[in-house]
């Protein structure tokens, strides 16, 4: 830029030429005063020539667009007007105004006021300054080449009738709904005291703005602004807490619906910035009714005197960065993005043009007032296409090296080491005063907390000369610094030393078990006597007698022989059967008995055991309930017999923490194990044990499940005789068979009450 800035300068159009860009030429100042003379204008609508009359030795100008509404601005400077000159008016020029500043050098502008977007040509002729304008916005090669890229902000407007931008604004008086419209005229009206309706016949809606803006944290009537598609068009909806009174009004393309704010809320705002004495800024009372008291964490900001707000009041009120109240633009990074700028939005074209008059267009834009001092001077050439003026201003500032501070409605500019050396000397100078101050004395009784506890807390906020001492005895605090430390730190206490809320919780552990088991058996014997006892004799000398009979008693054990005696060849029969039935069939000599037993089992069972144990607890304390046995487990060693205890017990351990919402995060560990006489160890029962431990976000009053377990368990069995067992049908007379099947669940569930504060 600065290599081809001679070039441009003798030929105003040859950097445009290059870079396909249409810039305004800036010539060097001249040495000689120019008198500005009647700007006549001439042609139609489709192109407008305007001819301005200049009078002395080089003249020189600079030039740039602005929009809302669309205008050039040529500035001529040690220039001045010719006695009766005015701008006329025709084509594309609505009206022009010349006008006088004092910049260092007598500067004239010439304003023209566009009937809509154009583009522009400027060059000399002889003595004048022709301009030539034409509908349209000028061809900006390096936007086309851009094209293909995501660039940030809305969507593309749509083609024909649309709404282009939707935005809230809020200030003390006024709420505003501002909607930026093309080719379309609204249609307001009030359905209800709290609705206000805006229909945009025929009206596309770009999805950017399928948004709904929640405007309820203001100190305003607005509750929220939505837009929607309709059959007709688009529909905007303005929801309102209160009936309030509004107008209509129009700045070009933009219209805005401004809603008076009701005196309730003018107060409720104003009430906001306390002005009490410093040493007591605030009470519980003030702070309940304005939302700012932090108990169980409710957000609040203490200022250096002890001054208390609400955040949402310091940080987002709604006015961006329009607030008189504004952040100072020497506190701005580079890198930062454009989403903290929230000012009026313009165009900016220059080169070569003299920095005093950038700030003059930038107050005119924001409506603010812009002081320099007198180190500050130079040129400064910048292209700005829609951007805030602020993130201009700070784009400008950081180009230069220079930095701002904001005091109201005024923009005090000067050089970064400059304002950074005044901070530095006030710094010192409050460093000064500070050590001059007396000290004085509070005594602070805490109610709920230790003084132990706070002290730790209070110590970053003491001065260098400040002191706290602690009075365990009566739990007291004695500080001694000065007074804006001292009502700092008591707003400290007035939120730290609260009582805390409390939570009842109640856990039920609910235990299920069912069993059912189904067994079929068969016993069966048989005995052969060929005996004189019978009749039967062999008539053998050897064997003259056989006797054939089972060899099982009726207890299962094995025996031999004998005549008359109960035997068994197959002992099948069910276990701990509950049915039987027997069968004996015999000769009438008893030569040969046939008995048979069949017996059946089944069983089913069902059980449930519900534990429920209930504490009551403080925020942020633990609490635990046992309830059981410890049983006594003998352990030998060589120092002898020694008796050690287990717990077999229902054990409910929690720590629950109160959120800002409504929740309860508890840290929640249950036991519950009990003996289990089934299996034993000399005598002595194992432990079944069955324990849980988590963490859980649950609802004030809800009921929550913290885990289970779902257990079945089933078996078959069966017992035979080898080979003859399995025989098809007839081998069911030497076998048996059980089966079983055992389900277990078990639930834990958890329910907390917040306990109210009297």
């Given at each position: 830029?600065?290599?081809?800035?001679?070039?441009?300068?003798?030929?105003?159009?040859?950097?445009?030429?290059?870079?396909?860009?249409?810039?305004?030429?800036?010539?060097?100042?001249?040495?000689?005063?120019?008198?500005?003379?009647?700007?006549?204008?001439?042609?139609?609508?489709?192109?407008?020539?305007?001819?301005?009359?200049?009078?002395g030795e080089s003249p020189a100008y600079s030039a740039f667009k602005a929009s809302n509404p669309d205008r050039l601005v040529i500035d001529f400077p040690a220039s001045a007007i010719a006695e009766g000159a005015t701008v006329g008016a025709g084509g594309m020029i609505a009206r022009g105004e010349l006008t006088t500043f004092n910049d260092g050098s007598d500067v004239v502008r010439l304003t023209l006021f566009v009937s809509g977007p154009f583009s522009h040509e400027l060059r000399q002729e002889g003595g004048s300054l022709v301009v030539e304008l034409v509908p349209g916005a000028a061809a900006d090669p390096?936007?086309?080449?851009?094209?293909?890229?995501?660039?940030?902000?809305?969507?593309?407007?749509?083609?024909?009738?649309?709404?282009?931008?939707?935005?809230?604004?809020?200030?003390?008086?006024?709420?505003?709904?501002?909607?930026?419209?093309?080719?379309?005229?609204?249609?307001?009206?009030?359905?209800?005291?709290?609705?206000?309706?805006?229909?945009?016949?025929?009206?596309?809606?770009?999805?950017?703005?399928?948004?709904?803006?929640?405007?309820?944290?203001?100190?305003?009537?607005?509750?929220?602004?939505?837009?929607?598609?309709?059959?007709?068009?688009?529909?905007?909806?303005?929801?309102?807490?209160?009936?309030?009174?509004?107008?209509?009004?129009?700045?070009?393309?933009?219209?805005?619906?401004?809603?008076?704010?009701?005196?309730?809320?003018?107060?409720a705002r104003s009430e906001q910035a306390q002005r009490a004495a410093q040493a007591a800024p605030s009470g519980p009372d003030t702070n309940e009714k304005e939302g700012l008291s932090n108990a169980n964490g409710g957000e609040v900001i203490i200022g250096s005197s002890g001054f208390t707000?609400?955040?949402?009041?310091?940080?987002?009120?709604?006015?961006?960065?329009?607030?008189?109240?504004?952040?100072?633009?020497?506190?701005?990074?580079?890198?930062?993005?454009?989403?903290?700028?929230?000012?009026?939005?313009?165009?900016?074209?220059?080169?070569?043009?003299?920095?005093?008059?950038?700030?003059?267009?930038?107050?005119?834009?924001?409506?603010?007032?812009?002081?320099?001092?007198?180190?500050?001077?130079?040129?400064?050439?910048?292209?700005?296409?829609?951007?805030?003026?602020?993130?201009?201003?700070?784009?400008?500032?950081?180009?230069?090296?220079?930095?701002?501070?904001?005091?109201?409605?005024?923009?005090?500019?000067?050089?970064?080491?400059?304002?950074?050396?005044?901070?530095?000397?006030?710094?010192?100078?409050?460093?000064?005063?500070?050590?001059?101050?007396?000290?004085?004395?509070?005594?602070?009784?805490?109610?709920?907390?230790?003084?132990?506890?706070?002290?730790?807390?209070?110590?970053?906020?003491?001065?260098?000369?400040?002191?706290?001492?602690?009075?365990?005895?009566?739990?007291?605090?004695?500080?001694?610094?000065?007074?804006?430390?001292?009502?700092?730190?008591?707003?400290?206490?007035?939120?730290?030393?609260?009582?805390?809320?409390?939570?009842?919780?109640?856990?039920?552990?609910?235990?299920?078990?069912?069993?059912k088991v189904n067994s079929l058996g068969i016993q069966w014997g048989s005995s052969v006597d060929a005996s004189g006892a019978t009749g039967y004799q062999t008539g053998a000398f050897f064997p003259n007698s056989v006797g054939v009979s089972g060899g099982l008693s009726q207890t299962g054990a094995s025996q031999f022989y004998s005549p008359g005696s109960d035997s068994l060849l197959v002992d099948l029969g069910s276990s701990g059967s509950s049915g039987a039935i027997a069968f004996s069939l015999g000769s009438i000599p008893g030569l040969i008995d046939l008995d048979a037993r069949l017996s059946a089992l089944e069983s089913e069972g069902w059980g449930r055991l519900v534990s429920s144990p209930r504490v009551s607890v403080m925020d942020n304390e633990s609490a635990e309930v046992t309830q059981g046995a410890s049983i006594p487990y003998e352990s030998v060693s060589a120092q002898g017999t020694t008796v050690q205890f287990v717990d077999a017990v229902l054990l409910f351990k929690i720590t629950p923490h109160i959120t800002t919402d409504g929740h309860v995060a508890m840290d929640v560990k249950i036991k519950n194990n009990r003996p289990d006489f089934s299996t034993t160890v000399q005598g002595r029962p194992s432990i079944a044990k069955k324990e849980l431990s988590t963490k859980v976000l649950v609802v004030d009053g809800d009921t929550a499940v913290l885990g289970g377990v779902y257990a079945t368990e089933e078996s078959w069995s069966q017992e035979r005789v080898p080979g003859l067992g399995s025989i098809p049908l007839l081998g069911y007379l030497f076998k048996n068979s059980t089966t079983s099947s055992r389900q277990n669940e078990m639930l834990v569930f958890i329910t907390p009450r917040i306990v109210a504060n009297d």
């Open positions: 830029m600065n290599i081809l800035n001679g070039a441009v300068m003798r030929s105003p159009l040859l950097f445009g030429a290059i870079c396909g860009l249409t810039l305004v030429a800036s010539p060097a100042f001249a040495a000689a005063p120019t008198t500005v003379g009647a700007a006549a204008v001439a042609g139609t609508a489709e192109r407008t020539e305007v001819r301005i009359p200049l009078v390096l936007a086309d080449a851009l094209a293909g890229s995501r660039l940030s902000g809305p969507a593309a407007t749509p083609e024909g009738p649309a709404l282009t931008t939707l935005d809230f604004a809020f200030d003390e008086s006024t709420s505003r709904v501002v909607m930026g419209l093309k080719s379309v005229e609204p249609a307001v009206s009030q359905p209800s005291a709290r609705l206000i309706v805006v229909d945009l016949p025929g009206a596309v809606m770009p999805s950017s703005l399928s948004r709904e803006i929640d405007s309820s944290r203001f100190f305003s009537p607005v509750e929220s602004v939505k837009a929607r598609p309709t059959r007709a068009g688009t529909r905007v909806e303005i929801a309102l807490r209160e009936p309030a009174e509004y107008q209509v009004k129009r700045d070009g393309q933009l219209y805005s619906i401004e809603i008076t704010n009701p005196p309730s809320m003018a107060q707000e609400d955040p949402q009041a310091s940080f987002g009120a709604g006015n961006g960065s329009d607030d008189p109240n504004g952040l100072s633009f020497a506190e701005d990074a580079p890198g930062s993005g454009s989403a903290r700028y929230r000012g009026r939005r313009m165009s900016i074209d220059l080169q070569g043009a003299d920095i005093h008059a950038v700030f003059r267009f930038i107050a005119d834009t924001a409506d603010l007032n812009i002081v320099a001092s007198d180190e500050v001077d130079g040129t400064v050439t910048v292209r700005l296409k829609d951007v805030p003026w602020d993130q201009a201003l700070a784009a400008v500032l950081q180009a230069k090296g220079l930095a701002a501070q904001r005091f109201g409605n005024i923009i005090r500019v000067a050089h970064i080491e400059t304002i950074k050396s005044e901070q530095q000397a006030a710094v010192e100078k409050d460093k000064a005063t500070k050590l001059l101050e007396p000290l004085e004395i509070y005594v602070a009784p805490l109610d709920y907390s230790s003084v132990a506890d706070v002290s730790a807390q209070l110590q970053p906020l003491l001065s260098e000369r400040g002191t706290i001492q602690t009075d365990t005895r009566s739990n007291q605090l004695i500080i001694k610094d000065v007074r804006a430390s001292i009502a700092m730190m008591r707003e400290l206490l007035k939120r730290v030393d609260q009582q805390n809320r409390a939570v009842s919780i109640e856990a039920r552990f609910v235990e299920a078990t069912s069993s």
